[in-house]
């Protein structure tokens, strides 16, 4: 399950509430982006 943000208006949308057309239903854009959910710091040795 993937997690899709619209650019436009930031609403949060699941991979299966786009049914394969990627058009934001809120606002009615075409632009979104996978947000990162977790940074994972790694030192160096």
Same mark, same amino acid.
């Given at each position: 399950?993937?997690?899709?943000? +619209?650019?436009? +208006? @930031?609403?949060?949308? @699941?991979?299966? =509430?786009?049914?394969?057309?990627? #058009? +934001?239903?809120? +606002?009615?854009?075409?632009?979104?982006?996978?947000?990162?959910?977790?940074?994972?710091? #790694?030192?160096? =040795?």
């Amino acid at each position: 399950m993937v997690t899709y943000k +619209c650019f436009k +208006c @930031k609403s949060k949308l @699941k991979d299966e =509430e786009l049914k394969k057309r990627f #058009v +934001c239903p809120a +606002c009615g854009s075409k632009i979104f982006y996978k947000p990162r959910t977790k940074v994972k710091k #790694v030192k160096a =040795e």
